[in-house]
Every structure is written in structure tokens, then in C-alpha cells.
């Protein structure tokens, strides 16, 4: 079956344990359309870029799904019926990683720490520069 992740924003006015049932619900709405949700994580509390729907934040949840193309259209077709529920985005891919997203392990981490180290040279020049 096909892969497929998908992101939404709940309003921000809702509980985190409203926002799980939610997730819960469109658990469900997959597992009765013959799929399954391989990874339901819930990334937090966050600022939107832009003021949706007179929103300024919302939570955000993800769902990694192995279903049949007819369950996402179910799923997709509920996340517009829901008023809760301010944007969302499901696309296919190719395989789902292992472990924690990116986001899980952005939300772990206290400090950035880039993966490449960056090296300066010191250039020395005997003439002085114009």
C-alpha cells in the first residue's frame, strides 16, 4: 500500500488531549478503511507564520500512514467537514523514516547544534590589501 504523512493544525484553543482524540479519530476513520497509522506524533503548541482563520497558533499533529488511496480521500474529506481543524496537508512519500521526526527531535534538543562544523582560514598577505 501506499505511504502517506500527514500534517495538521488544530485550533489553538483546544486541550492537547482534545487534539489526540482528534488524531485518534482520524486514526479510526484510516484503520476503517482498510490502512493503517504507522506514526501519530503530536509536535506542540506552536506561533503560525501568518494569522489563519483570526489564529495565530495552533497545534500540530502528524500522522504517518500505510492506507489504500480511498481512506486518505475519507480522511481528507472528515479534515475539511472539521471545524477544529484549520489547515492540513497529506502528501505520499516514499518511505517513513525510523524513529522520531524532525520535529520530535528539533522539540528534544535545548540548544542548536549544527551538523557541519565550519572552518575558517586565515588568509595572510605580505602586501597589505587596496
Do not use: C
Not at 495538521?8 to 489526540?20: G, K, L
Not at 486514526?27 to 482563520?53: D, F, H, P
Not at 518511505?95 to 586565515?122: C, L
Amino acid at each position: 500500500m501506499p505511504l502517506y504523512e500527514s500534517t495538521f493544525i488544530a485550533r489553538q484553543d483546544m486541550s492537547r488531549q482534545d487534539v489526540t482524540k482528534l488524531a485518534d479519530s482520524l486514526s479510526t476513520i484510516v484503520e476503517q478503511g482498510g490502512g493503517k497509522v504507522v506514526k501519530n506524533e503530536y509536535w506542540g503548541l506552536k506561533s503560525l507564520a501568518y494569522r489563519i482563520q483570526k489564529h495565530r497558533k495552533g497545534h500540530y499533529a502528524m500522522l504517518a500512514i500505510d492506507a489504500p488511496p480511498v481512506a486518505i480521500k475519507e480522511m481528507e474529506r472528515n479534515i475539511r467537514i472539521n471545524e477544529d481543524i484549520v489547515r492540513a496537508l497529506t502528501v505520499r512519500v516514499d518511505e517513513i523514516p525510523e524513529g522520531p521526526s524532525a520535529m520530535m527531535q528539533q522539540s528534544r534538543s535545548d540548544s542548536y547544534t549544527p551538523d557541519v562544523e565550519v572552518a575558517a582560514d586565515i588568509i595572510v598577505a605580505d602586501e597589505p590589501l587596496s
